[in-house]
């Protein structure tokens, strides 16, 4: 059962996080205004959003993590080595579980609403998905 729920959630909550970053490279929805999106998403004051290329991108990176989940879980056709998927799934892993557990240190100096945030949401969500992304590699390692 983990071997079918793990890369489902965890492709399911990638590619959602995926295609809300494609909406926030045009507008903060679903918050009222681009001050309250960087008080709450970015950490900061200045009601500054990020570039549209750099939130897209961070878009693309989260869907094809979703892709290469799916990938690596054998439930779509794979592109490319073996290894080369096993190292991106092992890869991306980090990656998720570098911004969990560095995320807290995200928290001095920004925004209340951030700190609230992220140490209620964004930091655990993302060690809750390296979790599934280590899950999903080490089932992969084994076949």
């Not at 690596?72 to 980090?94: C, E, F, H, K, Q």
């Not at 560095?102 to 992220?118: K, L």
């Not at 280590?134 to 390692?141: D, E, K, L, P, R």
């Amino acid at each position: 059962m983990v071997r079918t729920v793990a890369p489902a959630v965890l492709t399911v909550v990638l590619a959602a996080i995926g295609l809300l970053h494609f909406v926030w490279a045009f507008s903060p929805w679903p918050l009222k205004d681009a001050m309250t999106f960087t008080k709450t998403i970015g950490g900061s004051d200045d009601g500054v959003m990020p570039s549209a290329s750099s939130t897209v991108v961070v878009g693309l990176l989260l869907i094809g993590g979703a892709a290469l989940t799916l990938m690596v879980n054998g439930s779509i056709p794979a592109v490319g080595p073996d290894w080369l998927r096993l190292a991106g799934m092992y890869g991306l892993t980090a990656v998720l579980l570098a911004r969990g557990l560095g995320g807290y240190f995200m928290n001095a100096g920004a925004a209340a609403e951030f700190r609230q945030w992220n140490t209620v949401l964004y930091s655990p969500l993302c060690v809750a998905l390296a979790a599934l992304g280590g899950i999903v590699a080490v089932a992969a390692s084994r076949r």
